[in-house]
């Protein structure tokens, strides 16, 4: 419950910058040209079927929190179809948790996340004047800092996760330059690296299967 009210409440700012943002700064037409956007939602990952830290257990759970970041992109429309470059970088407040010493169960140990970064393209339609459903997909890049045993102390080290991401989701124009929109994806990490800080080598590259779900929420200026 106190997960989803910091989620509402981040919505709710959101929405009261629109007034503010939605006086025109050009003649911008909808679902076009360069964009910056602020983000906001739900971030779930999932160790997959593959990943289990626990022979005696089935170790596999989910972490989930609040998601917050920045994109930006570029759309160029033809007619009713939209298709564009674009890129974010985002961070969580999940991680794992102990109980009895143990922490509760997450299939690359004891970790909470660090910043996720996105590369890729949406198509859209426009399919009011004022409101475009699209597709997106790409590469992403997130982090998972490493926690040493007692899970209250980072160590120096991190995972680095590879892989691709796919979603949809629907875009509001609230004026010409100003627009509101929510979205789902899943990103499937594929590989990984044991990250070291200062000096040490990294990791050889091992492969991971871990899902990650989003719900999230933007809003954004178009120039």
């Not at 009713?80 to 102990?98: D, L, R």
């Not at 109980?99 to 426009?126: I, P, Q």
């Not at 699209?134 to 996760?161: H, L």
């Not at 989701?169 to 690296?193: D, H, P, T």
Request: proline share 3%; charged share 25%.
């Amino acid at each position: 419950m106190k997960k989803i009210l910091v989620c509402l409440a981040a919505g709710t700012a959101m929405a009261s910058a629109i007034p503010a943002m939605a006086q025109d700064v050009g003649p911008v037409d909808p679902f076009s040209g360069f964009h910056v956007e602020a983000l906001a939602g739900y971030d779930v990952t999932k160790a997959g079927s593959s990943v289990d830290d626990d022979v005696n257990e089935d170790n596999d759970q989910s972490i989930d929190g609040f998601a917050y970041g920045v994109g930006a992109g570029y759309d160029f429309r033809f007619n009713n179809f939209v298709v564009g470059p674009e890129a974010e970088v985002t961070w969580s407040t999940a991680k794992t948790s102990f109980d009895d010493g143990d922490f509760e169960g997450f299939g690359l140990g004891n970790v909470k996340t660090n910043r996720d970064l996105y590369v890729g393209a949406r198509l859209g339609y426009v399919v009011t004047p004022t409101t475009m459903i699209y597709a997106k997909g790409g590469y992403t890049n997130a982090k998972f800092d490493v926690n040493n045993a007692s899970g209250s102390i980072e160590t120096n080290r991190d995972i680095d996760a590879d892989g691709w991401r796919i979603g949809a989701g629907v875009e509001q124009a609230i004026s010409n330059n100003v627009f509101a929109k929510l979205e789902y994806r899943y990103s499937n990490y594929e590989e990984g690296e044991l990250d070291y800080r200062n000096d040490f080598p990294d990791g050889d590259r091992f492969d991971l299967d871990l899902d990650r779900h989003q719900v999230m929420a933007g809003v954004g200026v178009r120039f």
